[in-house]
């Protein structure tokens, strides 16, 4: 069963910082990993998503990376701002008969202060 | 604007009282998953279904119907809610394929009491 962890738990950062959030997953058969960022009270907002062959995506401020033999992304946020403020979600697509079933970690709640 | 829309945002409903929460996306995705959100839980899914007349179960399917006459529409059903069903559910829609994103509804918070 696919298990999907996010590290820190939470991160308070001054603005300007560059910051670097982690996700882990168990199986490392995946078909694709997505990052989403959810406000308080709102939906999921889709960042980047990074198919199984891809090693990287690039939005922006915002680059995720992805290691599929070690079971590893990360979520690269460079001159962080106020505005990033929010929990950072990463889920697992692991695809074939599941296709359609993501996985999610836990979240990493970012607080960037003026 | 392609979205996904839920209805109602807020529910608070009885023990027992059966209730429908509906889901529609204008994207023509074949995919859509319910979820459901809770503190300490994470997201964890519900249902899901493949296209038209296929579904299948999640991870948390007990208490729960779905249907999906309609490729745009994807109710959550819950014929006898209970309080334990008191959660942040989420719809969501995808095409098929490893470069598709997962598109999410704005949430529904229901409270059973």
């Known amino acids: 069963k696919q298990e999907v962890t996010q590290i820190p738990a939470a991160l308070s950062v001054p603005e300007g910082e560059n910051l670097v959030l982690n996700c882990s997953f168990t199986d490392s058969a995946i078909y694709n990993l997505q990052w989403f960022r959810q406000d308080p009270g709102k939906g999921l907002t889709s960042l980047l998503l990074?198919?199984?062959?891809?090693r990287e995506q690039t939005s922006g401020r915002l680059n995720a990376s992805l290691d599929k033999s070690s079971g590893r992304s990360t979520l690269y946020i460079a001159a962080s701002q106020p505005g990033d403020s929010a929990t950072y979600l990463c889920?697992?697509?692991?695809?074939?008969?599941?296709?359609?079933?993501?996985?999610f970690g836990q979240g990493t709640i970012l607080t960037v202060h003026p | 604007e392609a979205q996904v829309t839920q209805n109602p945002r807020y529910l608070i409903t009885v023990t027992g009282k059966k209730l429908t929460v509906t889901c529609s996306q204008n994207m023509n995705h074949e995919y859509m998953s319910w979820y459901r959100q809770d503190p300490g839980l994470g997201l964890r899914q519900i249902y899901y279904?493949?296209?038209?007349?296929?579904?299948d179960k999640g991870d948390v399917p007990e208490g729960y119907k779905v249907s999906r006459k309609e490729k745009r529409n994807f109710p959550l059903i819950l014929e006898s809610p209970s309080p334990n069903q008191t959660s942040l559910y989420f719809c969501?829609?995808?095409?098929?394929?490893?470069?598709?994103?997962?598109?999410f509804g704005q949430g529904t918070r229901l409270t059973v009491v």
């Open positions: 279904s493949m296209n038209v007349e296929v579904t």
């Open positions: 969501a829609s995808s095409l098929g394929g490893s470069g598709a994103e997962a598109f």
């Open positions: 889920a697992v697509n692991t695809g074939g008969t599941s296709y359609g079933k993501l996985t």
């Open positions: 990074i198919q199984s062959s891809q």
